[in-house]
């Protein structure tokens, strides 16, 4: 299962939209599910986060800081997870980044870009990732 927690609740419909639209993309090619939960400050939030993640999860936070791979770098690293995984749990932060013991308990830190992005938009644009991802691993037309 790919489970994505995350903080913060969206509010804009056409964001919202968009999630829909890419969660059902994805459930063709692996259950996909969404948990958010509520924003506060750094140390409620982790709490709340970390109360989402399993032991045996392979968990990927999402962080400025973090690894920047290519999206077929990104398609091979989940398909090899899968192997021994069977479950990938990805964490976005709240508007404050991620703490410190959220990070502990990451198996591996990914960043997209050094550019800051709203949290909320970056959901759909994680979902898109994914999206790709099955796409390249399917050898399915989407990725150039």
Do not use: W
Not at 40 to 65: A, C, G, P, Q
Not at 91 to 110: A, F, P, Q, T
């Amino acid at each position: 299962m790919i489970k994505i927690v995350c903080v913060g609740k969206i509010k804009e419909k056409y964001l919202r939209d968009a999630i829909s639209d890419y969660e059902k993309r994805i459930s063709k090619y692996h259950k996909i599910n969404i948990i958010e939960v509520e924003d506060s400050n750094m140390k409620e939030e982790s709490i709340r986060i970390l109360k989402n993640i399993k032991k045996d999860d392979f968990v990927i936070t999402l962080e400025i800081n973090g690894n920047v791979i290519s999206s077929m770098e990104f398609a091979n690293k989940i398909d090899k997870l899968f192997i021994t995984n069977s479950n990938i749990t990805f964490v976005i932060g709240g508007s404050d980044g991620i703490d410190d013991i959220v990070k502990e308990r990451s198996n591996y830190s990914l960043s997209f870009s050094t550019l800051t992005f709203p949290h909320q938009l970056f959901r759909v644009i994680l979902l898109e990732q994914i999206y790709r991802c099955f796409k390249i691993l399917n050898n399915e037309t989407y990725h150039k």
